[in-house]
């Protein structure tokens, strides 16, 4: 098993290994002298894990309140925000009690959310079922909701008390949804690790050394969350490939997941970094055939145009600028603040076949 601490107030710590969601209750009795947890999870993981975890939460002595949510970032909205939070409230969930959120990043950031706003904040902690949510979405606080009008637009900053990332449950991930956690493990060794990104080139991310592979990409953004949690400078680097994802998952209506959305807009912005002269070697070609490998998008067919109206309804907006992070080589990045006048130019420079 892996442990990375995560020095942020509170402190936490993330687990990674084999039987962890068996062991939940044992390690979470200590952690949080709760007498109730809601257990939030989708229709699609309760079936598979819902059980394990309550019966390991009951016999270490909490009243487990298990609710089930429709899955699907579809649903990652007010409507069942408003569900959870009238359950909490019917089940006489308490400012000592706390929330499990127990399946990907839409049960993470939703439940963190819900959480954050119920009696105006309980403690949550987090048990990723996803590829994604192991390497990224769980750690660093971010919650969130998806309004009409974009994603993620209500959210909190608000870190869990524990991650514990039971690394059996991913055996059961159909091949597109891993696919989604490695465009984000991808994307850790494009801003920071070319030996990381190399693993990518060689193989394909499989369940083979997921353990690992999980604790480098929990390790790197530990670093980066306990500099700057509040995404005032260095945090923004995370957003790599996340404008032109953002975009194309609100304009296909969500249809298009987030992960597959990510590795569209990371070889999105390295083409363009290319063709724009921004990256000091080529990373366009070498990070569009790592995608490929790992059977993730690099196109995608909205148009430059509806991408960059879409961009400027991102929260990373700020005036009439956003922040773009930009491949400088594999292992390095930049923030580039580009005015939205000129995202329909970057975004067809990194269209173009
Ligand atoms: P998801 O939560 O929708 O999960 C994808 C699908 O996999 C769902 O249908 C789910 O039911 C199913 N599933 C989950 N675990 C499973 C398992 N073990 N076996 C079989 N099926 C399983 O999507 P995701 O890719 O995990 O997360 C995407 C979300 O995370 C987006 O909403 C994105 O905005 C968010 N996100 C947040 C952060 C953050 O820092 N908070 C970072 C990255 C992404
Ligand atoms: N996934 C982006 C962040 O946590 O900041």
Redesign the pocket.
Known sequence: MRTVPIHTKPLYEVLCGAGLLQEAGARLKPLLAADRIAVV?????AP??LKTLHDSLAAAGFSVIDCVVP???AH?NFATLQALLERFAENGLTRRDAVAAL????????A?FAAGVYMRGIRYVQL??????AV?????????I?LANG??LA?LFLQPSAVLCDTD??????PE?LA??AA?AIKTGVLDDETLFALFEERPVGQEGLEDLIARCVLYKAGVVERDERELFERKL?NLGHTAA?SI?YLSGYTV???HA?AAGLAIIARAADRLGWSEEPVGARICACLEKNGLPTTTHFSPADLAAAAARDKKRGGDQITLVVPRRIGACDLRPTPLSDLTRVFSAGLEA
């Not at 399946?103 to 939703?110: A, F, L, R």
């Not at 449950?169 to 159909?174: F, I, S």
């Open positions: 999870c989708d229709d699609t993981v598979l894990y899955a699907g970032e990652k399946g990907g990043g839409v049960i993470g950031d939703m963190g990723p079922t996803t590829l994604l949510a990224d979405s769980s750690v660093g606080g971010k919650t969130a998806d994603k993620n959210g449950c991913l055996a059961t991930l159909p949804i989604d956690g984000e995370l953002h998952e997941a987030h992960g990510v």
